[in-house]
């Protein structure tokens, strides 16, 4: 009798112990918030470069333990839709909003402006100006709900921003629409290297709201959105959000000059 009592003691402690690793592995991975979002250099990047929209939303969610992974649009799609993503960090006013995400109030800006090789840019301030233009633009601003409309303009879209300075770089388009911020880090390398900067619209013609998005099924996606939310202006208060943006120009460009050298040569 006193065996068989035993044998069930240490069975019973064995199905708690298999049940508490359960839940603990269960908890664990609840205080992990797996998020993506679509590379972009300086903004969303990996391997220890430049990536300061990770870093403001990391630094947003605070305690949420977030993980955010850099990648391709395909696979962030895959992700998300596979459920191994809550959600994705760049959410573009561009594209309608979808009823099975809660998204958050913008938390940054991207500024589109014109910019060109001749000054003539700097006078643009509607895009009915560049009517019957071939235009140089990224793929992540030209895939979207509002820009596919826009059929005035012949679009030349490129996967990434190099490719679209390159495109200019080499006269194959007079004029891009670009993000200003990125413009400012071009013109950061050109200035680098004794070139003139590239001319600037002095208006932005499309303004961008960045958004973070849960999906809606997510755990305590409601909380995750007002915290976030919360973090983004206390950031803003201690002049810490300005500082992960990189927003002082006083400094050298955040772009690897040599990814761009063969351009900057032949500009």
Known sequence: ML???????????????????????????????????????????????PARQMDVVAAALGDKKA???????????????????????????????????LYSLPYMQVELHVVSRNQKAESIIRLEQLY???????NRFANTDQLR????????????????IKQLSERRVDFLLVDKAMLD???????????????????????????????????????????????IEALKSSGEYAELLKQDLNRESLLDDRVYSDILQKW
Do not use: C
């Not at 068989?4 to 205080?31: D, Y």
């Not at 019957?132 to 990224?138: K, S, T, W």
């Open 132 to 138: 019957r233009e071939r235009v140089g633009v990224e």
């Open 185 to 231: 880090e071009m013109n950061l390398l050109l200035k680098s290297v004794g070139q003139k900067p590239i001319y600037v619209s002095k208006v932005s013609l499309i303004s961008v709201d960045v958004s973070l998005a849960i999906h809606r099924d997510y755990a305590n996606a409601k909380d995750i959105i007002a915290s976030f939310e919360k973090g």
């Open 3 to 49: 065996i068989s009592n035993t044998h069930k003691a240490v069975k019973a402690a064995a199905v708690l112990l298999v049940v508490s690793s359960m839940l603990l592995s269960t908890s664990l991975q609840a205080q992990t918030l797996n998020l993506v979002g679509n590379k972009v250099a300086t903004y969303i990047d990996e391997h220890k470069l």
């Open 149 to 164: 409309d826009e059929r005035d303009i012949r679009w030349a879209r490129s996967p990434w921003f190099f490719d679209n």
């Open 67 to 101: 993980q955010i992974i850099a990648t391709t649009q395909a696979w962030s799609g895959s992700g998300l839709r596979s459920g191994k993503f809550a959600g994705y960090i760049d959410h573009y006013s561009l594209n309608d909003q979808k009823d099975d995400y």
